[in-house]
């Protein structure tokens, strides 16, 4: 063999996008070591202490592609283990309308964070030729020689060397502020003025006596209030997790539980039963309140040393439910130009041939795309917090999928794009706002046309139509 | 005394912002630990190893009133120890051209960074209840307790307590990246392409066999080249620092000694005779290659416990001379804001009275002024290799020059705003923009009487005229 040896990938961050990425590199004949700095969530002391804290994230096809892509049956695992969401349920002045997520009947599904981080890890293990080490705190990394030192269980430090070392572990990436201080990389966290908490909606009793779901499962549940919000998503134990966004200062200023009971009055009447007055009072003031913050950072690589993946590379605000998806898009597209640039597990002299040009072409591709789906989920906000009770918004949404249902290669629309291709998220939004400018072209026409025929039936309702004429010429001038 | 304790400020860092800011507190009465990484610069052993390494500041309105605020006699100290420099003198094809900074004849002063720390840290030492600790490197802060641990000398770890914590501890700030992890801090830091080498030019003897400058001492010297340039500003020993910027790129192309003097000789011709061959090729190869960072924070405080200065909370790049300038005003608003709030330096139970609303007063004043230097730093970047040699450019500056000569009060060019007054910088540019916009209505009307003029003489011109005239109407409609 000479000076060559089998290439060893160290990934810090056993979370989803660390896992699922150790498996990719166990099938491409890598020695994979995974870091993580938690115990073993899968041991039943750690498991016990998980209850009553489920997160659930909406797995949609960008996910479920990157986990098809490995050819082994975690797509249908995880989906027997998650609850399908095929439209949002908007809850106003007590009554509910449920908005498809797409005209054809796709739908997106609801899963528990834990349990598919649990599901990721038992497959990365059975490959032999991965190695996950649990209670390792990453200290430093020598980035230029790629030797991360770790503190391990709290006891002693001890220091592996890698050709190429992958961060993976989140938007407070450690392995990301040290690849900062050794190389220029462009850096930006904004957080938004929202803060959100956690609520339990416990499981309902049937007719029959056993556990039911006490709102329609097959939903994602919104209670849109403008500036502030609160959803639910289905768990398969029948009960719902509720998350209520709202700016920190109206956290702050209910203080009591009568406050906190009037202003549920006020805004989620409906709530109140289903999630039960003594539970609501205890989530709302034993739970933290979370921070929600956007971060993109450039390039993704360091030369041929060392990539952050995920949240690492770019944490966005959940309202697009794509921050997973996202990262498990990050580790399917990492692994095609991989394989474009016929990267071998092999390292001599401790490099790898090709690694720094693959490795900047995954930055050249993805920076824009993790921008552009960070920008798109702060937008999101304003649309489940705001416009999906707007009559204008829902018209435009009709047509477009009025228009999709007929004409599907024509107009896509933006949700679709985003949740339901793998197109690129950078070239989802180009399409968009091309659409939206024929859209408006086309809505803008109709109005013209309608108020022209109008006009030619009878004088007497002129006056009452041309405002409206003009207003369309005029914004129709804007658009070319 | 009761519960009254004297109120303790650290200040970590004691370079020139931590080092004022150490001798403000000092005067309001507070107990000052000043803390820095490196050891007392002032030892001969270390003044030794700083040889060569001189690094130049311009010293402007800005930095001399927050040294004459302190009363002492910090502002003459100072300037007698500095080059003063009344205008820029721009080389180009081998000759050279004067542009003053100032119609009024105001200068800017050149200043060794190290002989100004020093200066600073003698008075700062001075001060009965200033106490300076060197070779201190912060490992990490309790950040609602205020209680810094150091690792001291590399020897051992040691916690001090404060009723207030200062970072004043540069562009890669320890302190900043510690209040992160604790509080939602908006933050943005971006690279520029443009790296930098220091150079130096020795003194020239003189006709009387004396040392003397190789260039005119009371000018910053630039060659500007468009996308790169080299600038040279006087030291009082006779030579001049000089820095060469230019992309990264064109760094790494420059491999051998032939490469770099036939880039020189194409570029910089009259520059080699005085920097000399030699010290030419030492300088370039040897010395590191630096880089150009805007880093933007916000806010920068930490409630009532903490606060961020100085390059800490605004590092731009150089091209405006602003840097330490904007540092020293921070301090210099930082107290006279504490005493807005009657701020006293008495800590009752750990807590200084007021002292949370004046720092968020602080952070509310201070982040948009540098914000908007960070932006104004990296617009002269463009307008220092670029524009000072375009006609154009001139022209309009010129006109700028005479306005403001005879109606001082109507026009003042951006420089002077910027560098000869202390007016808040977000006021400098928007008093810029709205004089831009009279200054282009001005131009354009001289232009469109002109042409009227002429017209009117005879109608031989028109043709010649026609299209001035169209533009100039054009861009009037454009302005309102």
Not at 70 to 81: F, H, M, N, S
């Amino acid at each position: 063999m000479s000076n060559e040896e089998q290439g060893v990938v160290g990934i810090v961050g056993a979370g989803l996008v660390g896992a699922l990425n150790a498996i990719y590199f166990a099938q491409r004949g890598w020695k994979v070591e995974l870091y993580e700095l938690r115990p073993d969530m899968r041991l039943p002391v750690h498991r016990e202490s998980r209850r009553g804290k489920s997160i659930n994230l909406a797995l949609s096809e960008r996910g479920l592609s990157a986990l098809r892509a490995t050819g082994l049956d975690l797509e249908k695992t995880i989906l027997e283990a998650s609850v399908p969401m095929k439209a949002r349920m908007v809850h106003i002045n007590g009554t509910q309308m449920s908005q498809a997520y797409s005209v054809n009947g796709k739908h997106i599904n609801a899963v528990d964070r834990a349990r598919l981080n649990e599901l990721l890890l038992d497959a990365a293990e059975e490959m032999k030729n991965v190695t996950v080490h649990f209670e390792h705190r990453l200290l430093q990394a020598d980035m230029d020689n790629n030797n991360l030192e770790f503190m391990v269980a709290n006891e002693e430090k001890r220091v592996y060397h890698h050709d190429l070392v992958i961060g993976a572990d989140g938007a407070y990436s450690k392995m990301r502020s040290q690849m900062m201080r050794r190389m220029r990389m462009d850096y930006n966290q904004e957080y938004i003025d929202t803060g959100y908490c956690e609520l339990s909606m416990p499981p309902a009793t049937g007719p029959d006596g056993k556990p039911t779901f006490a709102l329609d499962p097959n939903h994602l549940h919104i209670w849109p209030r403008h500036t502030f919000m609160l959803i639910a998503l289905p768990n398969p134990d029948y009960s719902f997790t509720c998350t209520l966004f709202m700016p920190f200062q109206m956290f702050e200023d209910i203080k009591t539980e009568e406050q906190l009971i009037q202003f549920f009055t006020e805004n989620f009447l409906d709530s109140i039963p289903l999630i039960g007055e003594e539970s609501l009072k205890k989530d709302f003031f034993a739970n933290p309140r979370g921070s929600l913050v956007t971060v993109k950072a450039s390039p993704h690589n360091y030369e041929d040393k060392s990539l952050i993946i995920g949240d690492a590379a770019h944490a966005m605000v959940p309202f697009y439910g794509q921050g997973m998806n996202c990262g498990f898009q990050d580790v399917e597209v990492l692994h095609q130009i991989l394989d474009r640039h016929h990267i071998k597990p092999v390292s001599k002299s401790n490099r790898i041939e090709g690694l720094k040009e693959a490795l900047d072409d995954y930055s050249k591709t993805r920076v824009k795309d993790a921008h552009a789906i960070c920008d798109l989920a702060l937008y999101n906000y304003y649309e489940m917090s705001h416009a999906v009770t707007s009559i204008k918004f829902l018209a435009r949404k009709k047509l477009e999928g009025v228009i999709h249902y007929w004409f599907p290669s024509i107009i896509i629309p933006l949700y679709t794009m985003v949740s339901f291709s793998t197109l690129p998220y950078s070239r989802a939004i180009e399409r968009w706002h091309r659409q939206s400018h024929w859209l408006n072209v086309a809505m803008i026409s109709t109005t013209l046309a309608t108020a022209s025929l109008v006009a030619s039936v009878g004088f007497k309702y002129r006056d009452q139509f041309l405002p409206t004429v003009r207003s369309a010429i005029d914004t129709m001038k804007h658009l070319f």
